[in-house]
T-cell receptor, first 114, second 109 residues
Framework: KAGVTQTPRYLIKTRGQQVTLSCSPI?????VSWYQQTPGQGLQFLFE???????NKGNFPGRFSGRQFSNSRSEMNVSTLELGDSALYLC?????????????FGQGTRLTVV | KNEVEQSPQNLTAQEGEFITINCSYS?????LHWLQQHPGGGIVSLFM?????KKHGRLIATINIQEKHSSLHITASHPRDSAVYIC???????????WGAGTKLIIKP
């Protein structure tokens, strides 16, 4: 059974650009959660999607958005990139809603904004 | 005050030592997770528990619901156990996962 796949693994963008990150959950998993991790910081929750609906949203500006498709794959988009958006972006998939069942994490996308 | 507090923040020990990492929380929860993050970013779920104790190999996780406290123990620690250990609870007012800041563990050979 394939694990959680995040693409791309590494990305370099310029300030002001926008970026789209992708997460393919484990087959059968309906919940995808996104997190931002900056150096030395803990995981910061971005949003959770379950069955194509956003269930929860963290405290991030509107430049951060996401969606989930009918096959449970999820994308997150960051518009008008800022230097402070440089981080490791992780997604986690689970069978049920976030936290109710075991979460499986992808390897992350390391975004560098220059 | 953070809703999930982990201690210690950093821990360095010698190979073979018994390790304990603590997690205290202040909200009502339905589940508590322990995860491990290695350098490079990959995160692995170790345990999900809502009561009692779970064991997997050299790892043991316990939770005391009344005291709102959980511990992660590592027996016969090994340098490959060096990682950041993160506690997260499912609970709070909007039932999100609330994350601890992590405990950085270094096991010296």
């Amino acid at each position: 059974k394939a694990g959680v796949t995040q693409t791309p693994r590494y990305l370099i963008k310029t300030r002001g650009q926008q970026v789209t990150l992708s997460c393919s959950p484990i087959s059968g998993h309906r919940s995808v959660s996104w997190y931002q991790q900056t150096p030395g910081q803990g995981l910061q929750f971005l949003f959770e999607y379950f069955s194509e609906t956003q269930r929860n949203k963290g405290n991030f500006p509107g430049r951060f958005s996401g969606r989930q498709f009918s096959n449970s794959r999820s994308e997150m988009n960051v518009s008008t990139l800022e230097l402070g958006d440089s981080a490791l972006y992780l997604c986690a998939s689970s069978l049920g809603p976030q936290g109710n069942t075991e979460a499986f994490f992808g390897q992350g996308t390391r975004l560098t904004v220059v | 005050k953070n809703e999930v507090e982990q201690s210690p923040q950093n821990l360095t020990a010698q190979e073979g030592e018994f390790i304990t990492i603590n997690c205290s929380y202040s909200v009502g929860i339905s589940a508590l997770h322990w995860l491990q993050q290695h350098p490079g970013g990959g995160i692995v779920s170790l345990f999900m528990l809502s009561s009692g104790k779970k064991k997997h190999g050299r790892l043991i996780a316990t939770i005391n619901i009344q005291e709102k406290h959980s511990s992660l123990h590592i027996t016969a620690s090994h340098p490959r156990d060096s990682a950041v250990y993160i506690c997260a609870v499912k609970g709070g007012s909007n039932y999100q996962l609330i994350w601890g800041a992590g405990t950085k563990l270094i096991i010296k050979p």
